[in-house]
Nanobody
Framework: QVQLEESGGGLVQVGGSLRLSCAAS????????AGWYRQAPGKQRELVAD???????TYADSVKGRFTISRDNSKNTVHLQMDSLIPDDSAVYYC??????????WGQGTQVTVSS
């Protein structure tokens, strides 16, 4: 069964950093497109960063210059490096990815909490 598993979340102080990972398993196909989304309590899920099959990236205005999305094809993993974290970054972070013909797969999410 094709699965995405996020890891790397946790509790961090304001100004700190975390590196989230999203690993695909159960398939020989590689992740092509992937996006990191987040959802805070009482808010809609929002796109934070996206990486396309050609490597091009896009970011939400709120994280530009602080977050970096990258893809490691050798490990079939997508990362989200988050620096200069602020309390508004606190949310459950989800990975969504296309893996071969398996499109729009979601992971289970990982909690990020930034304390002030």
């Amino acid at each position: 069964q094709v699965q995405l598993e996020e890891s790397g979340g946790g509790l961090v102080q304001v100004g700190g950093s975390l590196r989230l990972s999203c690993a695909a398993s159960g398939t020989a196909f590689k992740i092509t497109r992937a996006g990191w989304y987040r959802q805070a309590p009482g808010k809609q899920r929002e796109l934070v960063a996206d990486i396309e099959s050609d490597g091009s990236t896009t970011y939400a205005d709120s994280v530009k210059g602080r977050f970096t999305i990258s893809r490691d094809n050798s490990k079939n993993t997508v990362h989200l490096q988050m620096d200069s974290l602020i309390p508004d970054d606190s949310a459950v972070y989800y990975c969504n990815a296309d893996i071969g013909w398996y499109t729009g797969r979601w992971g289970q999410g990982t909690q990020v909490t930034v304390s002030s």
